[in-house]
């Protein structure tokens, strides 16, 4: 028969070998946890980790740390955290492209879509808000439309990125209007406003907390939200169904972790994060600008990226959105 031997030497090495995953979790963090936003400042994957890391900060006696690392729409930044020890010490926050539709857009991609995460918490919603350069005339939906179909393919609106679901969300509008509208892609949102701002494109279909400061500021005019009724923050702006075209449209934001990171930790993630998203000083400041702040379990948030695979695929497939 054939034994195996331990010396004392190897036995604090197999002590911790055999550590259960909730005795792991319990000891986390010891060190600084990293939030990876795979686009630039300024847009909303980088304003919701910056709010509620303060807050996971003080909860886990640990540095939370955000940093950027964007491009290819979101892939660079996510393939950094897919490639990631699962350990929760490197997370992502990220709307839905990089954990959900960008398989649907990209030729090959830099890891599976389907198998490299764990999904963790749903931060936050968005609908998004048409916007206009203030030089052009346009004061309605119905204004731009028009405009659109008496010079095809002239009118030009910006997005973060191909694929990105500003650009999803211009690509369904023109699908309903049959309008042809030229798009631009950004290396983010905030490029794209700016450029609004200064009317070097016409047009964007935005989420509303990227672009409420420059509404609020009278530096671009909103012309119609896509949403199913008026919001709060902009009582006087009509919704495009009431403005006779039947366009409605958001965007989810949320965190994850590589796959594999220990249950335990997935659960506590969400739980704190639900917290931060609660609290008035976080939750508040989002619904100020647009945005519904989120929270739940990672169930509830894995439940919504395989809906939202289901809705947006045949949009991208039938608009032939592709990207390199």
């Given at each position: 028969?054939?034994?195996?031997?331990?010396?004392?030497?190897?036995?604090?090495?197999?002590?911790?070998?055999?550590?259960?995953?909730?005795?792991?979790?319990?000891?986390?963090?010891?060190?600084?946890?990293?939030?990876?936003?795979?686009?630039?400042?300024?847009?909303?994957?980088?304003?919701?980790?910056?709010?509620?890391?303060?807050?996971?900060?003080?909860?886990?006696?640990?540095?939370?740390?955000?940093?950027n690392r964007a491009g290819a729409n979101?892939?660079?930044?996510?393939?950094?955290?897919?490639?990631?020890?699962?350990?929760?010490?490197?997370?992502?926050?990220?709307?839905?492209?990089?954990?959900?539709?960008?398989?649907?857009?990209?030729?090959?991609?830099?890891?599976?879509?389907?198998?490299?995460?764990?999904?963790?918490?749903?931060?936050?919603?968005?609908?998004?808000?048409?916007?206009?350069?203030?030089?052009?005339?346009?004061?309605?939906?119905?204004?731009?439309?028009?405009?659109?179909?008496?010079?095809?393919?002239?009118?030009?609106?910006?997005?973060?990125?191909?694929?990105?679901?500003?650009?999803?969300?211009?690509?369904?509008?023109?699908?309903?209007?049959?309008?042809?509208?030229?798009?631009?892609?950004?290396?983010?949102?905030?490029?794209?406003?700016?450029?609004?701002?200064?009317?070097?494109?016409?047009?964007?279909?935005d989420n509303l907390p990227n672009i409420?400061?420059?509404?609020?500021?009278?530096?671009?005019?909103?012309?119609?939200?896509?949403?199913?009724?008026?919001?709060?923050?902009?009582?006087?702006?009509?919704?495009?169904?009431?403005?006779?075209?039947?366009?409605?449209?958001?965007?989810?934001?949320?965190?994850?972790?590589?796959?594999?990171?220990?249950?335990?930790?997935?659960?506590?993630?969400?739980?704190?994060?639900?917290?931060?998203?609660?609290?008035?000083?976080?939750?508040?400041?989002?619904?100020?600008?647009?945005?519904?702040?989120?929270?739940?379990?990672?169930?509830?948030?894995?439940?919504?990226?395989?809906?939202?695979?289901?809705?947006?695929?045949?949009?991208?497939?039938?608009?032939?959105?592709?990207?390199?």
């Open positions: 028969m054939t034994g195996v031997r331990f010396t004392r030497r190897a036995m604090p090495g197999v002590a911790a070998a055999f550590l259960s995953a909730p005795a792991l979790a319990q000891a986390w963090p010891t060190r600084p946890v990293r939030i990876v936003a795979p686009f630039p400042p300024g847009g909303m994957v980088d304003l919701l980790p910056r709010l509620v890391a303060p807050t996971l900060s003080a909860r886990l006696g640990q540095p939370v740390v955000v940093e979101g892939n660079i930044g996510a393939e950094v955290v897919a490639k990631a020890a699962p350990d929760g010490y490197t997370l992502l926050a990220t709307s839905l492209g990089p954990i959900a539709t960008n398989q649907f857009i990209y030729a090959t991609m830099p890891y599976d879509t389907d198998t490299a995460f764990a999904p963790i918490v749903l931060l936050a919603r968005t609908p998004k808000v048409m916007c206009v350069a203030n030089a052009r005339p346009w004061r309605s939906v119905q204004d731009v439309i028009a405009a659109a179909k008496e010079r095809p393919g002239v009118l030009s609106a910006g997005s973060a990125g191909a694929g990105s679901s500003l650009h999803i969300a211009l690509e369904l509008f023109k699908r309903l209007t049959g309008t042809d509208i030229q798009h631009v892609p950004y290396r983010g949102a905030a490029p794209a406003v700016t450029d609004l701002v200064s009317g070097r494109i016409d047009l964007v279909i409420m400061a420059q509404i609020a500021g009278g530096q671009v005019r909103p012309v119609g939200m896509a949403t199913e009724r008026r919001v709060p923050q902009l009582p006087d702006l009509p919704t495009m169904r009431e403005q006779g075209v039947d366009f409605l449209f958001g965007t989810a934001f949320g965190l994850a972790a590589p796959a594999g990171t220990p249950d335990a930790i997935v659960a506590r993630l969400a739980s704190l994060t639900t917290e931060a998203l609660r609290e008035p000083a976080v939750g508040g400041r989002l619904t100020e600008q647009g945005a519904q702040p989120g929270g739940g379990t990672p169930a509830d948030f894995a439940a919504l990226i395989a809906r939202e695979k289901a809705t947006q695929a045949p949009i991208i497939r039938a608009a032939n959105i592709r990207a390199e």
